[in-house]
């Protein structure tokens, strides 16, 4: 049996609306999701009540606190559904028991938890090392439909600017590219 296979037999069908949490900061939550369809955030909120937004999640992608799933501490960020969606949600517990029967589902989680791993670490290059316009331009390069379906806040919080820095790093981007190609 393959990790996915694995999921769809022994995972629990979620349905979620617009506004919906999967699960928020502090709560205890021990699952994976896979996400079937919808659109989500995962987001930190300062002790102020200021929400940095960590990433954006659709179809096919995996999310979880693996802090809370594998050692049971709170869930250090929350995870809000932006669109009707449609998750499937299994025990990290019963994963890493069956995989310990299961030399395929053993590999396959450990792909899954590096490409968490592999997300991470280019998030942090990217938020360290890059201008909020060279973050901006890789968005609209990799994920142009993703513009479309978030807020201009929560495209800032993303990227770590104010809607008024947001608005002028768009214009100049804009400005510089092609647009024969869009």
């Known amino acids: ?50 929400e940095s937004i960590k990433s954006f999640l659709s179809d096919k992608d995996i999310i979880g606190s693996l802090t809370s799933a594998y050692l049971g501490e709170p869930c250090s ?26 030399v395929n589902i053993a590999n396959e989680l450990i792909d899954v938890l590096l490409q968490f791993s592999m997300k991470k670490e280019k998030r942090e290059y990217e938020f360290l090392c890059l201008s909020a316009e060279q973050r901006f331009s890789l968005l609209v390069e990799s994920r142009p439909n993703l513009i479309e379906k978030i807020t201009q806040n929560d495209l800032s919080r993303y990227l770590g600017v104010t809607p008024v820095g947001l608005s002028r790093i768009k214009k100049r981007v804009y400005e510089n590219m092609d647009l024969t190609n869009i």
């Open 1 to 50: 049996m393959n990790f996915y296979d694995f999921l769809q037999r022994e995972g629990i069908k979620i349905e979620k609306k617009i506004g919906d949490h999967v699960f928020r900061q502090g709560e205890i939550d021990t699952s994976l999701y896979f996400i079937n369809s919808g659109l989500l955030k995962a987001y930190y909120l300062s002790e102020e009540g200021k």
């Open 77 to 102: 960020f929350g995870l809000l559904c932006l669109q009707p969606t449609k998750l499937t949600k299994i025990s990290f517990s019963a994963l890493r028991e069956y995989s310990k029967k299961d």
